[in-house]
């Protein structure tokens, strides 16, 4: 089975192929003839459905840089890692049935992906910006009980949620979650702090956060001005990738959110799912200014 997956992947090498089929291998991990040398650099589209992968190699998109299409339905993944960001040019990504519990927020900035398959995992959130993109027309996340909202950036786009937003108990959860009413979400595990209409002044850090934020995009394109010791690590690592950007006026937000709840149920897009779903809509605002004036249907 080995020598002939390389021979499989050594043809597609020398061929030039741009499509490979790696479906019904058993593989429980990624090929290490792919990723050999300058990987697969005409390959566009990889189709690894039905195995038993547990995780995507670091140096994917450096190896497969022209990847348009990558399909791992029916795998283990539990985790995708931060660099799948870097598939520039990626446009469809399917990740239904697995067993993942997160999905990194940097799938949400991937520019070119249209479809996107999250169906049948264990999702208890989605990252705040996914759906930013005008290119992300389709997302399906069926089936992921527990998943009670979608980012607002959703709206009007192509969504599958039956099967979600059973209900569990918030103490089970080492997440934040928001309520309002009886509708309770749980908020992504970057978010550190929720804000309400009542809380009008911002965490100091938060201010000074999207200040050097500001700085460095506005002046100096280049986070090099900060010494190693002038901020945590991770807070160095947030100013490159912020939590998300605010729903109402695209200000990056970094450890604060100000959400707020459309239960679907409520929406004109009620009657497309016909009472399958519990999910609402979550608008991620930056501030009780925003929080107060954004409408998801205007």
């Known amino acids: 089975m080995a ?28 090929p290490l003839e792919l990723l050999k040398d300058e990987g697969l650099q005409y390959l566009e589209r990889l189709y690894m459905k039905r195995n038993s992968l547990t995780t995507l190699p670091e140096n994917l998109a450096q190896k497969l840089p022209n990847l348009v299409e990558l399909y791992l339905h029916s795998n283990n993944i539990v985790v995708v890692p931060e660099a799948i960001g870097s598939l520039v040019k990626l446009q469809c990504l399917d990740l239904s049935d697995n067993a993942l519990e997160i999905v990194c927020p940097e799938i949400g900035r991937l520019r070119a992906l249209r479809h996107l398959r999250l169906a049948n995992n264990q999702l208890q959130f989605l990252p705040p910006d996914l759906g930013r993109s005008r290119e992300l027309q389709y997302v399906y996340v069926d089936n992921n009980i527990h998943l009670k909202g979608l980012p607002s950036y959703l709206y009007n786009k192509v969504i599958g949620c039956s099967g979600c937003g059973a209900p569990i108990q918030v103490s089970e959860v080492k997440l934040l979650s928001f309520s309002s009413g009886q509708l309770t979400v749980f908020l992504p595990a970057e978010v550190k702090a929720i804000g309400t209409e009542n809380d009008h002044v911002l965490p100091l850090q938060e201010l000074a956060m999207r200040r050097l934020h500001h700085t460095y995009h506005s002046f100096l394109k280049d ?40 239960p679907l149920r409520e929406t004109p897009m009620a009657g497309l799912h016909q009472g399958r779903t519990a999910v609402s809509f979550v608008a991620y605002c930056c501030s009780t200014q925003c929080l107060q004036t954004f409408d998801l249907l205007s």
């Open 3 to 30: 020598s002939e997956l390389c021979k499989t992947i050594s043809v597609a090498r020398l061929e030039k192929h741009k499509n490979l089929f790696l479906n019904y291998r058993n593989l429980h991990h990624f």
């Open 223 to 262: 986070l090099n001005f900060l010494s190693p010791i002038s901020l945590p690590r991770s807070l160095l690592e947030l100013l490159h990738c912020p939590l998300g950007h605010c729903h109402r006026c695209s200000e990056p937000m970094f450890t604060i959110v100000y959400p707020k709840l459309f």
